[in-house]
């Protein structure tokens, strides 16, 4: 592992734990975990069926995520506190354009890090298992951003 950044106790106990719970619940496959890069920055952009998917992607990964969550979950001091723990920042998604979180996303990637979003979020009652429609430009423009775009799907 090449990534030197400094993880959580909180991170490496969450990620023990669940890896224990996927070997018991789920069949897990990895395809394309080469094509993240050791070093340097990237944004991982994933579909989003449940809350099972940030999990699902972070703990594979020989990287510590730095995923984009929605300001609610913030709410309880427990929840908010584990969720800085893992990287985790907030973003409120009632204005067009949170500007604190774009500032975050964008200092993560100056410092080589990689920034998890969720683009095409479609989880809830009624809606889990449907993918919706991905927005262009859902973080940066091409053009703008100087990092890797590494696209993440979960098949059903």
């Not at 394309?32 to 594979?60: F, R």
């Not at 409120?92 to 354009?97: L, N």
């Not at 889990?128 to 940066?140: L, P």
Request: glycine share 8%.
């Amino acid at each position: 592992m090449k990534d030197t950044e400094k993880k959580s106790w909180v991170y490496y106990v969450a990620i023990f734990l669940v890896k224990i719970w996927y070997a018991i619940m789920f069949r897990v496959e990895i395809i394309g975990k080469e094509n993240i890069p050791e070093t340097g920055n990237g944004v991982i952009c994933s579909n989003h069926y449940s809350n099972y998917d940030p999990v699902s992607t972070a703990i594979y990964l020989d990287r510590l995520p730095h995923y984009i969550a929605k300001k609610e979950l913030f709410k309880n001091k427990l929840f908010s506190w584990v969720l800085d723990q893992l990287g985790v920042f907030p973003i409120d998604r009632k204005v067009s354009m949170d500007m604190k979180a774009v500032k975050t996303a964008i200092k993560l990637l100056k410092e080589g890090k990689i920034v998890g979003i969720f683009a095409v979020a479609e989880t809830g009652k009624g809606r889990r298992g449907r993918c919706g429609k991905g927005r262009r430009g859902a973080f940066c423009d091409e053009g703008k951003c100087t990092c890797d775009s590494l696209r993440h799907q979960r098949h059903l």
